[in-house]
């Protein structure tokens, strides 16, 4: 009986050197990128050919395009590139150091918040959190150039590709008055306006394009005069009787030195030719790598649900005279 050849399969030198002439156009910049000669590419492309016993290149093209069995090499040696990267990355963490640091980025709420939980919670485990604080839009720029391992954002899309955004809960926004500002009934926010000013979170913040755009939904034409980044100034503005803010419960949270001077009413509090506003929330996504971190973002996620729904948020509707369930929404799945 015959004994038949053991199939031969490329190594990954040739996948990669394949996948960058289809990315970059052609053997000449393929050649560029990976830091060998034009004829060093031709003849992987070559051996290519010989082991898959077909054409790769149109080569009767200029510059020669891939043919259509090409184009499927490209498509499944992308795939088995990538998951090897993954392989690599995987084995390479078993072998690192025990404690490992991740970097765990979230937004000023949060982190004033919950972010001594998380700490808590870790501590003692195998995963040393390094806890950083900021703007979403910033946020989401450093966890998509690898400076964040994980974020705590109010993003729920990213353009990025590999990384996976998972909801943690939802949260109401309210309008916060001066204590001491007495109204026998609200009607629209642009009334309430002429008696008192808004003061603003900044357009460059994802919570100031959200109010700004429900004001907008509603025909809220406002004089934008005080604006901040952060809630702890803009608080004490309102604490002191200065004018009003539309804000949310764990912003509150952060800076509740201010809230025995305040007073928070609901959106449907508010109405225009009859009809009450309608509320509207932002929500919390727990942003991390795909295949990377192994169970932690999962553990994470979990951690952080039960700590809000459980403790944080009756915590917070108990220090604001609220129902729970006016503070913690119930989640939309």
Known sequence: MKETAPEQYPDWDLLASWVAVVEAGSISDAANRLA?????????????????????LDR??????????GQRLFEHATVLLQAA?????????????????????????????????????????????????????????????RQLDMAVTTTGLSQAPGIRRRKLFSEPYFVVL????????????????????????????????????????NAENIERTCEFDATDPMLSLVAAGLGFAITTPLCLWQSRHYVPDV???PLSSFSR?????????RSFYLSYR?????????????????????????????ALALPHEEVCLPDEK
């Open 36 to 56: 060998i000669s034009q004829a060093g590419v031709s003849q992987r492309i070559k051996a290519l050919e010989s082991i898959l016993d077909t054409t790769l």
């Open 85 to 145: 990267d993954q392989m690599v990355e995987s084995v390479r963490n078993v072998t690192r150091a025990k404690r490992v640091v991740v970097r765990l980025g979230c937004v000023d709420s949060f982190a004033a918040t919950i972010g001594p939980i998380i700490i808590k919670a870790l501590a003692g485990t195998s995963h040393q959190i390094r806890l950083w604080s900021g703007i979403t839009p910033t946020l989401d720029g450093q966890l998509e150039a």
């Open 263 to 265: 007073r928070v009413v």
């Open 178 to 217: 001066p204590k001491s500002f007495e109204v026998d009934r609200f009607t629209t926010i642009a009334e309430l306006s002429r008696h008192l000013q808004l003061i603003r979170y900044s357009a460059r913040s994802v919570i100031g394009q959200h109010v700004d755009a429900y004001l907008a939904s």
């Open 273 to 281: 030719h009859g009809r009450v506003y309608q509320a509207f929330s």
């Open 60 to 69: 009767a093209t200029r510059p020669a395009r891939p043919t259509a069995a």
């Open 290 to 318: 795909e295949n990377e971190l192994g169970n932690l973002p999962t553990e994470l996620h979990d951690l952080l649900r039960r700590a809000y729904e459980r403790q944080i948020s009756r915590d917070i509707a108990q």
